[in-house]
């Protein structure tokens, strides 16, 4: 049973799009929710995260919306630049987990110039 | 990345065989992870650690073992290396059950 559902799988936008990539939940316990980015041949590194008290949060060209009533969450990227090419991965964690994440699996973003 | 290697980089060997991959870190955080990376897939967690000598199973963690003495390493051990056990490895390192993971560079493993 997966616990986090991504899309889409693949996503590709010219540069200065705004990609947009979804992510939805079933465990009412998760309470945090991060998004990580991997480079080929690099481990995941953390992009941004948010906890379900707010419903936005912005870190540079970088913004997660959450809505907690429909258990869904997505990332923007503004001004969508070659560099973001990347895959990107969704994640969520709470309750009586001991730390560990769910992920979802993945997306692959193609930024063309 | 900084603060926390695995080893080795890239391995291959041979059906049946006993492979360990180690994970070391040195940031003295309390949870370690093994993760695999299949094409598809996305991360899959394989075992975990929660402190020296306590570990848990995770969703894929048939055909694999863990191991953790010290603080700073964790060891996966597949006992009999199979061919679907060919993946890209990642340890993952955190702080606190409240905080997000740093990862490793991965462990290409390759069972011929």
């Known amino acids: 049973q997966q616990q986090v559902k991504q899309s889409p799988q693949s996503l590709i936008v010219q540069k200065g799009g705004i990609p947009i990539i979804n992510c939805a939940y079933e465990?009412?316990?998760?309470?945090?929710f991060p998004w990580y980015q991997q480079f080929p041949g690099k481990g995941p590194a953390l992009l941004i995260a948010?906890?379900?008290?707010?419903s936005e949060k912005k870190e540079g060209r970088f913004t997660i919306s959450f809505n907690k009533s429909a258990k869904q969450f997505s990332l923007h990227i503004m001004d969508s630049q070659p560099g973001d090419s990347a895959t990107y991965f969704c994640?969520?964690?709470?309750?009586?987990?001991?730390?560990?994440?769910?992920f979802g699996r993945g997306t692959q973003l193609t930024v063309w110039p | 990345d900084a603060g926390i290697t695995q080893s080795p980089r890239h391995k291959v060997t041979e059906t049946g065989t006993p492979v360990t991959l180690r994970c070391h870190q040195t940031?003295?955080?309390?949870?370690m992870y093994w993760y695999r990376q299949d094409p598809g897939h996305g991360l899959r967690l394989i075992h975990y650690?929660?402190?020296?000598?306590?570990?848990d199973k995770g969703e894929v963690s048939d055909g694999y073992s863990v191991s953790r003495s010290k603080t700073e390493d964790f060891l996966l051990t597949l006992e009999s290396a199979t061919s679907s056990q060919t993946s890209v490895y990642f340890c993952?390192?955190?702080?606190?059950?409240?905080?997000?993971?740093?990862f490793g560079s991965g462990t290409r493993l390759t069972v011929v």
């Open positions: 993952a390192i955190s702080e606190s059950s409240n905080y997000g993971y740093t």
């Open positions: 465990n009412t316990a998760f309470d945090y």
């Open positions: 948010i906890r379900p008290d707010v």
């Open positions: 994640a969520a964690r709470g309750g009586s987990t001991l730390g560990r994440l769910y």
């Open positions: 940031e003295n955080h309390r949870y």
């Open positions: 650690s929660y402190g020296v000598k306590d570990t």
